[in-house]
């Protein structure tokens, strides 16, 4: 069934819909006293808003995540953050003894949501996933696809206004990704998120976000942000994708000369 087209942001925060967002201005932030990973890092997401950043290995992504969530602070410039962010990274970070569906609900049991309701809205998460079956399961029985399906869960669950998503589909293979991009769409029509996506993949940002925002080389700065109006559902052989993704390369490519 076709996913739906996403709710636009929203305007205004309000008790139903909390503040989100992230803004950095400027940002220079130095690993080790001599490693400067970002440097002049300007650009916005706006609440509701999906932006995809796209960049070399070691142009500072991970890093960017760490800052919108408050995580790291920037040795120069600002981070504004909107609400609470919450970051999933590469690893899914499952708890070893917590069956499936437990480590799912976990966010939502750690912000005070009885048990049984936990599992219930959980559970209709695993079920969107394909992944209902395995509910019982402990996250040694699983592949790295279905471990890393359940943590994006998790962490969409938490209820967070702001989510950063740090290349969230990257251990699965081709099918499984194109279903759980599918899924994450679906999820964000339904329940609107500001979402801050690191990817190494031009078609994934193509087909998830609002925007692209394209860094360089370390130090990372920003290079292009290419804006993404194309209704939902996206396919990866429309050609208005198509054309995202090489406008996306082509800043990739251009960013390394």
């Given at each position: 069934?076709?996913?739906?087209t996403?709710?636009?942001?929203?305007?205004?925060?309000?008790p139903?819909?909390?503040?989100?967002?992230?803004a950095?201005?400027g940002v220079?932030l130095?690993?080790g006293?001599s490693?400067?990973?970002?440097?002049?890092?300007t650009?916005?997401v706006?609440p509701?808003?999906?932006?995809?950043?796209?960049g070399?290995?070691?142009?500072?992504?991970?890093?960017?995540l760490?800052?919108?969530?408050?995580?790291?602070r920037?040795?120069?410039?600002t981070?504004?953050?909107g609400?609470?962010?919450?970051l999933?990274p590469q690893?899914?970070?499952?708890?070893p003894?917590?069956?499936?569906?437990?480590?799912a609900?976990?966010a939502l049991r750690?912000?005070?949501?009885?048990?049984?309701?936990?599992?219930?809205l959980?559970l209709?998460?695993?079920?969107a996933?394909?992944?209902?079956d395995?509910?019982a399961?402990?996250?040694?029985?699983l592949?790295?696809?279905?471990r890393q399906?359940?943590?994006?869960a998790?962490?969409l669950l938490?209820?967070?206004p702001?989510?950063?998503?740090?290349?969230?589909f990257?251990a699965?293979?081709a099918?499984?990704?194109a279903?759980a991009?599918?899924?994450?769409?679906?999820t964000?029509a339904?329940?609107?998120?500001?979402v801050l996506?690191v990817?190494?993949d031009?078609?994934?940002?193509?087909?998830?976000?609002?925007?692209?925002?394209?860094?360089s080389?370390r130090p990372?700065r920003?290079?292009?942000?290419i804006p993404?109006?194309?209704p939902?559902p996206?396919?990866a052989t429309d050609?208005?994708?198509?054309a995202i993704?090489?406008q996306?390369l082509q800043?990739?490519n251009?960013?390394?000369?």
């Amino acid at each position: 069934m076709p996913s739906p087209t996403r709710t636009p942001p929203a305007p205004a925060a309000t008790p139903e819909h909390p503040p989100s967002g992230v803004a950095f201005d400027g940002v220079r932030l130095v690993h080790g006293g001599s490693v400067v990973a970002l440097d002049e890092l300007t650009f916005a997401v706006s609440p509701g808003e999906v932006v995809a950043v796209v960049g070399p290995s070691g142009c500072g992504k991970s890093t960017l995540l760490d800052l919108a969530c408050g995580l790291r602070r920037p040795d120069a410039g600002t981070v504004t953050i909107g609400g609470t962010a919450v970051l999933m990274p590469q690893g899914d970070t499952l708890l070893p003894w917590a069956s499936a569906l437990d480590n799912a609900a976990l966010a939502l049991r750690i912000a005070g949501t009885p048990k049984a309701d936990a599992r219930r809205l959980a559970l209709a998460e695993l079920e969107a996933l394909g992944l209902s079956d395995f509910a019982a399961a402990r996250p040694a029985a699983l592949s790295g696809g279905m471990r890393q399906r359940i943590a994006v869960a998790r962490t969409l669950l938490s209820g967070a206004p702001t989510v950063c998503l740090d290349e969230p589909f990257g251990a699965l293979d081709a099918i499984t990704r194109a279903d759980a991009q599918r899924w994450l769409t679906e999820t964000l029509a339904r329940r609107p998120r500001t979402v801050l996506l690191v990817t190494h993949d031009t078609e994934e940002a193509a087909l998830l976000a609002d925007r692209v925002v394209v860094l360089s080389p370390r130090p990372g700065r920003v290079t292009a942000d290419i804006p993404v109006s194309i209704p939902g559902p996206r396919s990866a052989t429309d050609p208005a994708v198509v054309a995202i993704r090489a406008q996306a390369l082509q800043a990739l490519n251009e960013s390394r000369t």
